[in-house]
């Protein structure tokens, strides 16, 4: 699935979000902590921030979460005068204050307008986003970041909460594959998932990266795989075994379950709670197995490391299949049971 497709599937500014957050390529995390930003600003209201207002929020943003994990590849190599290096000098002070200082914030709004701020509506190769979220506005100290309608209605919409926790899982696995410590583990051998806590982990240390439901609610346009209407924050959501768990045991009473692990991340999807419990044990219907399909796809056009791990199921999950996509996968489980 293109990043086109997966538009047409959702035609809103909404998509074009999730073009951006959860499909882009991340050399570093700074489309995050501009996300964030922007939803954070959006929400208020207002049209125009002045671009150091807008820079102190992005500054935090980014030295909050160096605290806990490296905003870059740990191979890369920064400079001096890398916004990163500045940010990791000064991250002890902005924390203590909680506020950027000086010299982190005269970085941030210099490095800002030519690095991430043209980066963001960006795709892979040479193509962008249908929307656009903001635009530069004004010279020197009158510099304003502009937020444009769509950003707004987006921002004040019942789904800006899902978008944002969308956005906060996202920038987790990114971050978690940068580590030295557990970002190997991620890209070869993908992610595991813990179901005490629903969390995705890394296969080898199990430490948890982020929510089952926000890494990959997006990937569904943020709807419930069963009814496909718009999950809401205020509803109670539940992590759906498409194909029922219940089969493994059921076929391995009478002799042998010759079909893919179902517990495994490209089995699992967001639902309603009330969707999921009337569902139970029964069989997906073929608009579910579609659907299902769909997001997979989606997944893979996404970067390391949840691409990685639907990649392994596609190679792995049916003995002696070599499947080229994830239609035909679902349909071969289909036949299996």
Excluded at 44 to 63: H, Q
Aim: hydrophobic letters at 40%; charged letters at 20%.
């Amino acid at each position: 699935m293109s990043g086109r497709e997966f538009y047409t599937q959702d035609a809103s500014a909404r998509a074009s979000w999730r073009l951006a957050v959860l499909m882009g390529a991340n050399s570093r995390t700074y489309k995050f902590a501009l996300g964030q930003a922007l939803l954070e600003f959006g929400q208020t209201g207002r049209e125009d921030i002045p671009l150091a207002e807008f820079a102190a929020n992005y500054s935090l943003g980014v030295v909050r979460h160096l605290t806990q994990n490296p905003q870059a590849p740990q191979t890369a190599e920064l400079g001096e005068k890398d916004f990163l290096t500045v940010a990791q000098q000064e991250m002890a002070t902005t924390l203590d204050t909680g506020r950027p200082t000086e010299r982190l914030l005269a970085a941030a709004v210099r490095s800002m307008p030519t690095m991430v701020m043209q980066k963001f509506h960006n795709l892979r190769g040479d193509a962008s986003v249908p929307h656009t979220f903001y635009e530069l506005a004004g010279t020197g100290r009158q510099r304003v970041v502009h937020l444009t309608p769509d950003l707004l209605r987006l921002a004040q919409s019942e789904q800006a909460a899902i978008l944002a926790d969308e956005l906060g899982a996202r920038w987790s696995i990114v971050e978690s594959s940068f580590a030295a410590s557990v970002g190997r583990s991620l890209v070869e051998e993908g992610v595991a998932v813990d179901w005490d806590t629903l969390k995705i982990t890394d296969k080898r240390r199990r430490r948890s990266v982020t929510g089952v439901v926000e890494a990959t609610v997006g990937f569904q346009h943020g709807r419930c795989l069963i009814c496909n209407d718009v999950l809401a924050p205020s509803e109670a959501i539940a992590v759906d075994h498409v194909f029922p768990f219940s089969l493994m045991h059921r076929f391995g009473s009478v002799g042998s379950w010759h079909g893919p692990d179902l517990d495994a991340l490209w089995n699992l999807a967001p639902a309603h709670g009330a969707c999921n419990g009337a569902k139970s044990d029964r069989l997906p219907t073929q608009a579910e197995v579609a659907r299902l399909a769909a997001r997979n796809e989606a997944i893979m056009q996404s970067p390391h490391p949840l691409r990685r791990t639907l990649q392994l199921s596609l190679k792995r999950g049916l003995s002696g299949q070599h499947l080229p996509s994830w239609l035909e996968f679902v349909r071969a489980v289909q036949t299996v049971i």
